[in-house]
């Protein structure tokens, strides 16, 4: 398993490379956009962490150059700038999510993990009568389709990807979210709200169900 950083701060990219090969990842490090650029033509790349701001240039570069040489590599950006500029222009790049420094190992984990669930996700989910499409973030079953948002859809496929298991609040919280703790705010909740209203006017089989202490889960009957 191939990761690249590409940072400037050797202190950043040591601890970045240090806890992705405790999960097994061999790590290639990059410290300006011409060092990643070169790294992304002769390594098949499966996961990068690139700074957003580099000597050489914006990382906004490195991250069009990896999506358009491996279309399935999972890219996270980083940055020290809390500027809603800088995350859309990432976004727009081809990142697949977008943090501020500093961030905790065990947020940027979640991150990781949850982004190479959604690039590991097949096209389509079926849960019962529903269709869950992952190209199109559309929602169908027996009574019709209905679109969800990115976060929506996000929460509705680590169910979907986990028919009748009982996932925990924290589980949901860190995937779709990246939050390693319970912010204590009702963000899960209003989320699941919108769903199920969802889920319940396109299907007559299937639903998102609360179990109390425990998680969440969805049925089909």
Do not use: C
């Not at 990219?13 to 290639?28: C, F, K, M, P, S």
């Not at 209905?146 to 979907?160: D, I, R, S």
């Amino acid at each position: 398993m191939e990761a690249l950083v590409v940072d400037d701060d050797p202190a950043v990219v040591a601890w970045i490379a240090r806890l992705l090969r405790e999960d097994g990842w061999h790590v290639h490090v990059a410290a300006s956009v011409r060092e990643a650029l070169l790294m992304i033509h002769r390594t098949p790349i499966q996961v990068a962490i690139v700074d957003f701001e580099l000597p050489d240039g914006l990382g906004t570069e490195a991250v069009q150059s990896l999506r358009k040489t491996v279309p399935d590599a999972a890219i996270l950006m980083l940055s020290g700038y809390s500027d809603d500029d800088a995350v859309v222009n990432g976004l727009m790049a081809g990142a697949d999510d977008f943090m501020h420094k500093p961030v905790s190992a065990s947020v940027l984990r979640a991150r990781i993990a949850a982004v190479l669930r959604r690039h590991t996700m097949p096209d389509r989910l079926t849960v019962g009568d529903l269709r869950l499409d992952r190209q199109s973030r559309k929602l169908a079953g027996t009574n019709g389709e209905v679109q969800l948002t990115a976060k929506e859809f996000q929460l509705l496929a680590t169910l979907m990807g986990r028919p009748g298991e009982v996932v925990a609040r924290a589980t949901l919280l860190a995937d779709v979210w990246g939050y390693d703790f319970d912010p204590g705010t009702s963000v899960l909740d209003v989320a699941l709200s919108r769903i199920r209203q969802k889920v319940s006017s396109v299907s007559a089989q299937s639903t998102i169900v609360s179990v109390r202490n425990v998680g969440v889960q969805i049925t089909s009957h």
